[in-house]
């Protein structure tokens, strides 16, 4: 079965960095786009960027352009969220999506991962 395993978080003071990773199993890696998303606390889940099955192209919601940037290595079936410049309200559970389409996966992805826990402290 699909299976993407988030890590990489943890407690970060603002204006800090983290790289986040995804590894993903039992797919076609390759063949599939990539997103992450993020949920805060009593807000909805919303997208934060994605990227092409070639890594040619990605996108980024406006809170994470010029300061996130989307990697993916397909020889190791592991994308990449690299943050820079942290703000406490990037404090959030940041999921990792898979799904076959670029333009879905930045919307309804079909597989996600568990989550891992960013917090940015002021």
């Known amino acids: 079965q699909v299976r993407l395993v988030e890590s990489g978080g943890g407690l970060v003071q603002a204006g800090g960095s983290l790289r986040l990773s995804c590894e993903a199993s039992?797919?076609?890696?390759?063949?599939?786009?990539m997103g992450w998303f993020r949920q805060a606390p009593g807000k909805e889940r919303e997208f934060v960027a994605a990227?092409?099955?070639?890594?040619?192209?990605?996108s980024y919601s406006d809170s994470a352009k010029g300061r996130f940037t989307m990697s993916r290595d397909n020889a190791k079936n592991t994308v990449y969220l690299q943050m820079n410049n942290l703000k406490p309200e990037d404090t959030a559970v940041y999921y990792c999506?898979?799904?076959?389409?670029?333009?879905?996966?930045?919307?309804?992805?079909?597989?996600w991962g568990q989550g891992t826990q960013v917090t940015a402290s002021s």
């Open positions: 990227i092409s099955p070639s890594g040619g192209s990605t």
């Open positions: 039992g797919l076609t890696f390759r063949a599939y786009a």
């Open positions: 999506a898979a799904d076959l389409q670029y333009l879905v996966v930045a919307r309804s992805p079909g597989y």
